[in-house]
């Protein structure tokens, strides 16, 4: 049970104050459930006027007066000791008799007297068993005597009026404490229905509103959906600004570092300036990657993802989930609390208990009144009517046969009053040891405590479930300085199986999810990645290698090749002039490196092919065969000079290394390269060269598919048409990255400012408000005061009227014995006197 109330705790929340808006009938709300929190509201307001709080004078008194009437707590102890219901049972069985019998005594009395009176007071009173009564006589009880037993009476009265304050205390106490209860239950129930400010909590209708509202939120065509829409769309133009600008830096990359591209086969050539060209560019991509625009995009895109499709179904369906158990819990509550909050019923038990009380409380001290009374007479009468002189006999006294039936009415009807007393005495005495013991638990309610009862109670405090249940207890119930947030008593594992509270989970997880995004476009704009890319050092850099270096300038024999010892090309070395030609380019011209762009050879000349062949010309007769594509023409060697005299050996060694040599540079321009483009929508070539933005922002030609998506595909294409693509890639770049700074400036507030706002104020505040609000420390004063009433009003009122009737029947039971004393004294003066009478009578005749 306490286990059931704990849980449907969990599921409450708070009341989103700060909206200040009146609590419209939704989905999980309905107008049934606002009129019983205004009808809990009128009847906390009603009950609370009555009593709202206990005022216990002495709280260790009354705390020891209570652990008393729990028979020393005998119940606490039975259930600590025992493991389970049966070994309860057994140790009820063995203990309760022992440590009762101070409880039961009253009761026992109850039937003590009752056969002591059914055996021997009632035959002593019948006038024909005279036998039973012991040692008859006349006797002549001085004046003082009977002063004495006036005295007595007289001081059994003023005791009656003392206990007669104890036991209308008790009854108004008992009433106190109903009412407080009342308050208390009432208090709880309008708290939990529309929250309190002080401990804060929120309330269930104002939960289920909240819920109301994010449901609203989350359906389609809800504003907040439209709005999310129509920013996401607005700035859809930055996502796709970077998927550009993202495809064009990856196309680029993959062209530079296909292994056809740098090293050709088979043309003992390489691509000197593939490398840093490649360094550079992935340089511009981490640029891109980390930047604002990025931090823009991966924002709209966490956004997108997470409200948007399938996963705001799961969202829903969720939200569906979680409040299924809420309303369940609100049924519950209502169907526990209808009675509650509409009937009257405790306010009739109320009246009728403060009429009855007070009745029941004046019937019995009235009753003992009436007795002393009686008894008070029966003195007087003895003590100033006992005898009268006889008419007929004027020396000799006559007793009064009216003094002693005047005792023996008294002595007989306290019989029967103390028999009540002691029996309902003894009765609530006995009631209250349960009820006390309860009481002291209720107190003493700890997780510790729980632990030890647990056994008794089959509750499984070992496992993580008691061990929650510990942490409500003590933070929720007995943690008056603290109002714990009920999700952070909650344990859960997280996706990686790592316990995290709920309310990490929930709150800090879903809201670092979306937020860290929008934090990082801050982070990113704040350390200068706001200032765009196309003007960046890293772009600036690699925009001059691609347009100011011709690829194939940087093209040259592959300086790893050990060409001294290949005898194809070991010649060339014979002729000092035509020697460097081996560190020519493919390029027909000569280039120089431009400096400080991180290029090999920066600086230097690299020797183009047109300077080979004119410097061969300073060595031989050339005469040459033009080869198409251009400049690596083909040629055979003559000596110089007129008639051209054929060659020595080792000009002909050289010259034929010098040919081979070339025909590696013809073959380097004549061979397939692979230039790579993008293929839109798989069939159209395509570059971003004519990509241009439209009169309504959208844009054109940037080569991506109908789905969004981008299709790269590689050509066969010469040397020269790969050297000037690569260059026309600096232009490539420089549209795409401008493109994309002007989409960051124009979406940097949309996404920063309106984009974040949207999710805060519709989602992310509604799941802190209820994560914040779900607290439980309102269940600590109300229990409280539902404790204070109970136990230190109810339990201890009966306990009180318990012991006042008991006290009345001791105090009767004491006047008994005087009555029936002087019943005696009486009645056998009476019966003497007829006896002398009789003799005096007889003896003349
Ligand atoms: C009932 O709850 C409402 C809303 O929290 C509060 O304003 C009102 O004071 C409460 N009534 C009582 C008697 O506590
Ligand atoms: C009671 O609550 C306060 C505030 O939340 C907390 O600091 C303290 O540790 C709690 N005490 C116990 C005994 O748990
Ligand atoms: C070959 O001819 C060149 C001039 O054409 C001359 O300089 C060189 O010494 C000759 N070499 C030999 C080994 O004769």
Not at 62 to 86: G, H, K, V
Not at 184 to 207: H, K, R
Not at 220 to 228: A, M, Q, R
Not at 575 to 585: G, H, K, M, V
Request: hydrophobic share 45%; with cysteine; charged share 15%.
């Amino acid at each position: 049970m306490a286990m059931k109330v704990l849980q449907a705790f969990l599921y409450l929340c708070i009341f989103d104050q700060s909206s200040g808006q009146p609590i419209q009938v939704g989905t999980y709300v309905t107008q049934d459930d606002l009129d019983m929190a205004s009808q809990a509201a009128a009847k906390a307001e009603q009950a609370c006027a009555i009593a709202s709080s206990m005022t216990i004078e002495d709280r260790a008194t009354a705390r020891a007066q209570l652990e008393d009437a729990s028979a020393n707590n005998i119940l606490l102890e039975i259930m600590q000791a025992a493991r389970n219901q049966n070994e309860l049972q057994t140790l009820a069985a063995e203990k309760l008799p022992g440590a009762m019998i101070g409880a039961a005594a009253p009761l026992i009395m109850f039937f003590i007297i009752l056969i002591i009176y059914a055996l021997i007071c009632c035959w002593t009173a019948c006038p024909f068993c005279k036998c039973c009564r012991c040692c008859q006589r006349q006797r002549n009880i001085p004046f003082l005597v009977k002063l004495i037993a006036l005295v007595l009476i007289g001081s059994f009265v003023l005791a009656l009026v003392i206990v007669s304050s104890l036991s209308t205390r008790g009854y108004a106490s008992a009433q106190e404490g109903f009412d407080v209860t009342n308050c208390a239950a009432a208090t709880l129930v309008n708290s939990t229905f529309t929250g309190q400010s002080d401990p804060y909590f929120l309330g269930l209708i104002p939960v289920l509103s909240i819920f109301d509202e994010l449901e609203g939120s989350l359906s389609s065509g809800s504003s907040f959906i439209n709005d999310l829409r129509a920013i996401l769309l607005d700035t859809s133009v930055i996502t796709d600004s970077v998927a550009v600008a993202t495809e064009n830096v990856n196309l680029l990359a993959s062209m530079l570092s296909d292994t056809r591209n740098t090293a050709p086969a088979g043309t003992l050539h390489e691509c000197l300036a593939c490398t840093p060209l490649a360094t550079s560019l992935s340089q511009v991509s981490n640029a891109l990657s980390s930047g604002t625009a990025a931090a823009l995009s991966a924002a709209r895109v966490e956004v997108d993802n997470q409200l948007s499709g399938s996963s705001l179904t799961t969202l829903r369906a969720s939200l569906t989930g979680a409040t299924a158990p809420l309303v369940e819990l609100k049924t519950t509550i209502k169907s526990a609390f209808a009675p509650f909050v509409s009937d009257t019923l405790m306010e009739q038990i109320s009246e009728q208990l403060n009429a009855n009380g007070t009745i029941a409380s004046v019937f019995m001290i009235g009753l003992a009144l009436i007795l002393s009374l009686c008894a008070m007479i029966a003195v007087l009468l003895w003590m100033c009517w006992e005898k009268s002189s006889s008419p007929d006999y004027a020396d000799r006294k006559q007793y009064h046969k009216t003094v002693h039936r005047c005792a023996c009415c008294t002595w007989c009807c306290s019989c029967y009053y103390t028999m009540l007393a002691f029996f309902l005495g003894g009765l609530l005495t006995i009631l209250a040891v349960p009820l006390a013991s309860m009481c002291l638990i209720m107190e003493d309610i700890s997780s510790g405590l729980l632990t030890d009862i647990s056994g008794v109670m089959e509750v499984d405090m070992s496992g993580e479930q008691g061990a929650m249940m510990g942490k409500m207890i003590d933070q929720c119930l007995k943690n008056a300085s603290g109002n714990p947030r009920l999700l952070d008593l909650i344990t859960v594992d997280d996706v990686n199986g790592n316990p995290t509270t709920m309310y990490d989970l929930l709150v800090v997880q879903t809201q670092d999810q979306i937020t860290s995004q929008f934090d990082q476009i801050g982070a990113t704009v704040n350390s200068g990645g706001g200032a765009g890319i196309a003007g960046s050092a890293e772009f600036v850099t690699l925009k001059s290698m691609l347009q100011t270096v011709a690829l194939d300038s940087l093209m040259v024999p592959s300086t790893s090749y050990a060409w001294e010892s290949d005898p194809d090309y070991q010649g060339i070395f014979l002729n000092s002039e035509i020697a460097p030609f081996i560190a020519s380019s493919a390029r027909c011209t000569s280039e120089t490196i431009p400096m400080n762009l991180g290029l090999p050879k920066e600086g230097e000349p690299v020797s183009g092919i047109n300077a080979f062949l004119s410097t061969m010309t300073s060595s031989y007769t050339l005469s040459s065969t033009s080869r198409s594509p251009t400049c690596a023409a083909d040629f055979t060697c003559k000596a110089l000079g007129v008639g051209a005299n054929d060659l020595n050996a080792t000009d002909r060694a050289a010259c034929e290394a010098a040919r081979k040599l070339m025909d590696l540079k013809y073959d380097m321009r004549s061979r397939n390269f692979k230039c790579y483009h993008f293929m839109r929508d798989g069939v159209v070539p395509c570059d971003v060269s004519s990509m241009s933005q439209l009169g309504n922002g959208a844009w054109t030609g940037d080569c991506k598919n109908a789905d969004g998506t981008f299709t790269v595909a590689s050509y066969d294409c010469d040397l020269a048409a790969f050297v000037q693509l690569v260059q026309d890639y600096g232009g490539y770049l420089d549209l795409v990255f401008t493109r994309l700074d002007g989409s960051t400036t124009a979406a940097l507030n949309k996404i920063q400012v309106d984009l974040k706002a949207l999710p805060d104020s519709n989602f992310l505040s509604k799941i802190t408000t209820i994560g914040n609000g779900v607290t439980c420390g309102f269940m600590g004063d109300a229990y409280q005061n539902v404790v204070e009433g109970l136990c230190y009003g109810g339990v201890w009122g009966i306990k009180a009227v318990a012991s006042s009737y008991t006290a009345c029947a001791v105090l009767t039971l004491l006047l008994i014995i005087l009555m029936y004393i002087q019943w005696r004294l009486a009645l056998d003066n009476v019966n003497s006197n007829v006896k002398i009478l009789d003799h005096t009578a007889v003896v003349p005749a």
